[in-house]
């Protein structure tokens, strides 16, 4: 049973990384474009480094945490073993986005000042 529990685990937690690290790429690109003065080769380059840090953050995290816990012998244990683990996983992947958010809007108001200094004009998008 535990075989089963753990594929699951695996299976479950590794699609909702894969999920959120996609919908994060392709809504947050918007965010870094205007947080990185409307240069969008630097807010694409950025987007995919995220992405791969994201993954290897969270796949850490998910593989990491697979031996954690007491093994279940009951099917009530097993879904209670599942969740919390899938649960702890989801948080992280909340406090992860939020974290990148809040450095990404740090970056971005510092890379704003830096052009408002020089009186660049930011590059703008195509």
């Known amino acids: 049973m535990i075989e089963i529990v753990y594929a699951l685990y695996l299976l479950i937690t590794i699609g909702i990384t894969i999920w959120v690290a996609r919908t994060l790429s392709r809504n947050g690109v918007v965010f870094l474009i205007q947080c990185f003065g409307h240069d969008e080769t630097l807010a694409r380059s950025t987007n995919h480094l995220l992405v791969v840090g994201f993954y290897l953050v969270n796949i850490g995290f998910i593989t990491l945490t697979l031996s954690l816990g007491a093994e279940p012998t009951t099917i009530p244990g097993a879904i209670r073993f599942l969740s919390s683990k899938v649960g702890l996983a989801v948080i992280v ?27 660049v004009t930011p590059v703008a998008s195509a």
Do not use: P, S, Y
């Open 93 to 119: 992947l909340g406090a992860m986005h939020f974290f990148n958010m809040g450095a990404i809007a740090h970056f971005g108001r510092i890379v704003e000042g830096w052009f408002e200094q020089r009186h």
